[in-house]
């Protein structure tokens, strides 16, 4: 099997690289409103922010801000097939402006703006972050009233394009793209508990402008809600983990990034795709040889006989489950583009 990826040096509002209904699900996490790392970037888009925010309207530089993405989501409209799907991780904002303390809910109006444009809001996933630090409340410390819980975490929207998407019936890929029924339990919980991602980045700012989410986020919604072959959009791309992801999981991909200093990023990021992708799928392998000792010795095996590996699985769409490898990827590299072709192996 063979996937291709196609990384877009260009700004996402216009994603001109990409066909009308080409996208089979969305993977992404846009810089965040009135979180300050991102105020450049989107004074960069629309100078009129800048003006609000020395203003001291939080309001309209709130409403700016997500004008800007609006542009996006509209894209979004068309790229998407029926019954695609696209998932939005995004956080809320903690911010003074004008004197006064507040949370901007970019979740919520993501929500609206892609509820706008015809799209139907599925059930939310909360991404906590966890933290340890004994400083992490806000406010006024141990004295009532003026404290404020700490947000530790983040909003993964969940959108429908139309109707429910179709599948020829016994489809191959999608069967083959099941996922154990032990995974289903954990990855369709509405709270996840992943910690935020370490950044490695050098020189010029990147690692202060990426915030890149871990790779566990992408890889489990792109399991969840494609099958192998799917295409896979992440218009703000970053470091390319979502292109990782795609990649380890067996999809097609395109991202765009409107940073070119992430350009490098992205190639170390797909450099490591092999190792990481036989790690992962050896570790996936033996979770679920765990789970099924754990069954046996429960005295309630599983009743299915896998048909590409010697153990059992739990229902009968798992029994076609197929894990692939990435034994290869060869790449070429543009100032504007970057296109890799990665080649899959069963596992």
């Not at 340890?132 to 947000?151: D, E, H, I, W």
């Not at 402008?209 to 959009?233: K, N």
């Not at 999981?249 to 092999?274: N, Q």
């Amino acid at each position: 099997m063979e996937t291709e990826h196609r990384v877009v040096l260009d700004d996402a509002r216009t994603l001109s690289a990409v066909d009308d209904d080409a996208v089979d699900l969305v993977v992404t996490s846009p810089p965040y409103p009135l979180v300050e790392q991102w105020d450049d970037l989107f004074t960069d888009l629309d100078p009129a922010v800048e003006t609000a925010l020395d203003d001291g309207d939080g309001d309209r530089a709130f409403r700016l801000m997500h004008d800007a993405l609006d542009t996006v989501w509209a894209e979004l409209e068309r790229v998407l097939a029926p019954g695609a799907i696209a998932c939005i991780n995004v956080g809320d904002a903690t911010r003074t402006v004008d004197g006064q303390f507040q949370l901007w809910p970019n979740h919520a109006e993501v929500v609206g703006r892609m509820r706008d444009r015809g799209f139907s809001s599925l059930p939310e996933i909360l991404w906590r972050k966890p933290t340890n630090s004994p400083s992490k409340f806000m406010g006024s410390g141990t004295l009532p009233p003026n404290a404020y819980p700490t947000l530790e975490h983040e909003h993964v929207l969940v959108f429908r394009n139309g109707d429910l998407r179709e599948f020829p019936p016994g489809d191959d890929h999608r069967y083959e793209s099941a996922y154990f029924w032990e995974e289903r339990n954990e990855w369709f919980s509405d709270c996840w508990e992943i910690l935020g991602e370490d950044q490695h980045l050098d020189g010029d700012g990147t690692r202060e402008r990426s915030a890149a989410y871990p790779l566990e986020v992408p890889l489990r919604l792109i399991r969840m809600f494609s099958a192998y072959g799917d295409c896979v959009l992440d218009p703000f791309l970053g470091t390319g983990t979502t292109t990782v992801a795609a990649m380890v999981a067996g999809r097609d991909s395109v991202g765009y990034e409107l940073d070119t200093a992430f350009a490098e990023a992205i190639d170390e990021s797909v450099d490591r795709v092999p190792a990481l992708s036989e790690r992962l799928a050896g570790d996936r392998l033996d979770a679920h040889r765990e789970f099924v000792e754990r069954r046996r010795a429960d005295g309630d095996p599983p009743g299915y006989e896998a048909e590409n590996y010697e153990f059992p699985v739990t229902t009968r769409n798992e029994r076609r489950i197929r894990l692939y490898t990435v034994a290869d990827v060869a790449g070429e590299r543009t100032q504007t583009s970057h296109r890799y072709l990665a080649t899959h192996e069963p596992y």
